[in-house]
C-alpha cells in the first residue's frame, strides 16, 4: 500500500503560494491542518503499521512461505461455511481489489493452497475453495504468525491500552466505511 510519509502540516506549505492559478483549481475552505500533536500522532502511527506489517510479511515468508495478504486470504477461507467463499465477498472482506485478489488466488492455486470453482447460483461467479492442503499449511502456519502478532502488539501494551486500542479502530473503520455502496472501493475495482 502506498502511503504519504505524512499529512501536511501548515508549517510544510505556504498558504500564499498559489502556484499557477490558471492552473490550480480553487479550495472551497482552507484546510484544517494538524497541530504538532496530531501530526505526531499521524507519523507515529504510520512508522507503526508500516513496520508491523513488514514484521509479519517477513515472519509469514520465512516460516510458511506465503505474503501476509496470502495468509489473510487463507484464514478467511478458513472461516467460511464449507471453507468456500465467493470470490466478491473474498475481495470485499479482504479489502483489496478483485485483481488483486485474482493474482493472490492464482498463486494460492499454483502451491495447490486454493481452487477455484464455477459458482452453481451464478454462472458469471466463482468461488474459491481451500484445499485441505491449505488448511494444513494455514494450521502450521497459525502458531508462528500468532506468536508474532502477539509479540509485535499485544505483548507491548498494557490491557488498558488494547482495549483503548480497540475501541479507536473501530471508530476509525467505523467512520471509514462508505455510506455509497457504490462508492470507489477496493473491492469494487
Not at 9 to 14: F, K, N
Request: aromatic letters at 4%; hydrophobic letters at 35%; a positive charge.
Amino acid at each position: 500500500m502506498n502511503r504519504a510519509p505524512h499529512a501536511a502540516t501548515a508549517s510544510d506549505l505556504d498558504p500564499h503560494d498559489e502556484g499557477d492559478s490558471a492552473q490550480a483549481p480553487r479550495a472551497p475552505r482552507a484546510p484544517r491542518w494538524l497541530s504538532d500533536e496530531e501530526q505526531r500522532v499521524w507519523r507515529a502511527y504510520l512508522h507503526a503499521t508500516t513496520l508491523l506489517e513488514d514484521h509479519l510479511d517477513r515472519q509469514l515468508q520465512r516460516d510458511a512461505g506465503m505474503p501476509h495478504v496470502y495468509y489473510g486470504l487463507l484464514v478467511h477461507l478458513s472461516q467460511a461455511p464449507r471453507r468456500r467463499m465467493r470470490m466478491t465477498q473474498l475481495a470485499k472482506d479482504a479489502k483489496i481489489t478483485r485483481s488483486r485478489l485474482s493474482h493472490a488466488v492464482a498463486r494460492l492455486e499454483k502451491s495447490g493452497w486454493v481452487r477455484r470453482e464455477d459458482c452453481p447460483s451464478d454462472k458469471r461467479g466463482q468461488n474459491a475453495v481451500l484445499t485441505e492442503e491449505g488448511y494444513a499449511v494455514l494450521r502450521r502456519s497459525a502458531p508462528g504468525h500468532v506468536n508474532a502478532v502477539r509479540q509485535a502488539m499485544f505483548d507491548r501494551l498494557t490491557p488498558e491500552q488494547v482495549g483503548q486500542l480497540g475501541e479507536i479502530m473501530t471508530v476509525m473503520a467505523e467512520g471509514l466505511q462508505p455510506a455509497d455502496p457504490k462508492a470507489d472501493l477496493p473491492w469494487l475495482r
